[in-house]
């Protein structure tokens, strides 16, 4: 049947969870469908919470983390000012380093990584904020934890060599094998890092 038959409002929805990543034209009709039939959806609670969500949140003027103030929870929290800071490409990686609680410092988002192709270098992105952070936060140690292809190692070794020069301790993190993952199903690129990340046995 062609979708001229179908009432407008229901296209604009099907249309507008279609722009979300991830769901096409199938996924997006199976979850208008759940919105507006099933008996445990909340079609105007979901719509109310993206409608808060986007009027209310912002980027931490700090780390560029989701905020309802001008400080997000991390970097307001006095006890996480001790730690070291660790670098990501985006509010998206601190969600994922948050979610798996081993990091207890503090964090800075860059809003991406170094594209020639694409006109991104230092300006684009917010090194100007982490220069400015690094000089009053006087923090010991700064951790890389950007993405492990081309553009992430560059932007990784460009700011490493800038925070070292400054006399700053500066790490990233280890690529390598995932925990419990064999090594027969590991591809060239990740078997070549962890063997090139290696590190020693401790005994003690
Ligand atoms: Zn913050």
Not at 149 to 170: C, I, K, M
Request: charged content about 20%.
């Amino acid at each position: 049947m062609s979708k001229v038959y179908y009432p407008a409002p229901y296209l604009l929805l099907t249309d507008e969870l279609q722009r979300l990543p991830g769901i096409g034209p199938r996924s997006a009709e199976r979850i208008a469908l759940w919105l507006l039939q099933s008996r445990g959806a909340n079609p105007t609670r979901l719509a109310n919470a993206i409608q808060e969500a986007s009027q209310c949140l912002r980027t931490c003027k700090l780390c560029g983390f989701f905020t309802t103030e001008d400080l997000c929870r991390i970097c307001s929290a006095p006890e996480r000012r001790v730690h070291p800071i660790c670098v990501v490409e985006t509010a998206i990686d601190i969600i994922a380093i948050e979610r798996a609680s081993v990091f207890l410092g503090r964090y800075h988002a860059l809003g991406g990584k170094f594209s020639p192709l694409n006109g991104i270098g230092p300006e684009q992105l917010r090194v100007t904020s982490l220069l400015a952070r690094v000089k009053s936060e006087r923090p010991q140690e700064i951790i890389f934890a950007l993405s492990a292809d081309v553009e992430g190692e560059a932007t990784t070794h460009y700011l490493a060599r800038l925070f070292s020069e400054q006399g700053v301790l500066v790490s990233r993190i280890a690529h390598g094998l995932p925990v419990g993952g064999g090594l027969e199903y590991a591809d060239a690129g990740t078997l070549s890092c962890a063997i090139s990340g290696r590190s020693r046995i401790s005994l003690e």
